[in-house]
T-cell receptor, first 118, second 113 residues
Framework: AQKITQTQPGMFVQEKEAVTLDCTYDTSDQSYGLFWYKQPSSGEMIFLIYQGSYDEQNATEGRYSLNFQKARKSANLVISASQLGDSAMYFCAMRGGGSGGGADGLTFGKGTHLIIQP | DTEVTQTPKHLVMGMTNKKSLKCEQHMGHRAMYWYKQKAKKPPELMFVYSYEKLSINESVPSRFSPECPNSSLLNLHLHALQPEDSALYLC????????????FGPGTRLTVT
């Protein structure tokens, strides 16, 4: 079974500051993928960034980077130079190899509600 | 084009109604998913389709009936729902089951009265 833990239910950050959202995971799969999604109040799940378990380099996408520490089973999201539009719910998610050999659906953490203040 | 569309955006239905949710993607993806998201909770997987065949059913009650008529289209038929089924229903797709990245639609907000 896979488990994602996000320990920060909510965060308030000043605009233009960097933000780190924490995520730890647990899995027995050797091959897996880690994701971060942003969900504004409108409800849509917006894909931000992906890290494969065998990727040696940390993933980066524009202002988003994923701090992947495999031995610690952590996959924190770093948002540089935060903007007011970054205010949303952020979910860490994982997808593993699955017992049938194919990948299953995503397992999500409980989310972190990020509020950027002017 | 990385778009997954869902209709309707909002749906209100009574407990005796029959309705359907529709999801469509034109990215050539062969795996499609339904998730249910209750307020202030993370999404939970309901069904997975691969090459138009049901691959995973996460012990979902039979009042939810998925259908994949072709590789671009995924439906969720609803019948005799309960008020506790009120939620945001999200559809997603990926290239195939072996590809990790999933793209989500905007969701359908369902209210059961």
């Amino acid at each position: 079974a896979q488990k994602i833990t996000q320990t920060q239910p909510g965060m308030f950050v000043q605009e233009k500051e960097a933000v780190t959202l924490d995520c730890t995971y647990d899995t027995s799969d050797q091959s897996y993928g880690l994701f971060w999604y942003k969900q504004p109040s409108s409800g849509e799940m917006i894909f931000l960034i992906y890290q494969g378990s065998y990727d040696e380099q940390n993933a980066t996408e524009g202002r988003y980077s994923l701090n992947f520490q495999k031995a610690r089973k952590s996959a924190n999201l770093v948002i540089s130079a935060s903007q007011l539009g970054d205010s949303a719910m952020y979910f860490c998610a994982m997808r593993g190899g699955g017992s049938g050999g194919g990948a299953d659906g995503l397992t999500f953490g409980k989310g972190t509600h990020l509020i950027i203040q002017p | 084009d990385t778009e997954v569309t869902q209709t309707p955006k909002h749906l209100v239905m009574g407990m005796t109604n029959k309705k359907s949710l529709k999801c469509e993607q034109h990215m050539g993806h062969r795996a499609m998913y339904w998730y249910k998201q209750k307020a202030k909770k993370p999404p939970e997987l309901m069904f997975v389709y691969s090459y138009e065949k049901l691959s995973i059913n996460e012990s979902v009650p039979s009042r939810f009936s998925p259908e994949c008529p072709n590789s671009s289209l995924l439906n969720l038929h609803l019948h005799a729902l309960q008020p506790e089924d009120s939620a945001l229903y999200l559809c997603a797709s990926s290239q195939d089951l072996a590809t990790y990245e999933q793209y989500f639609g905007p969701g359908t907000r369902l209210t059961v009265t």
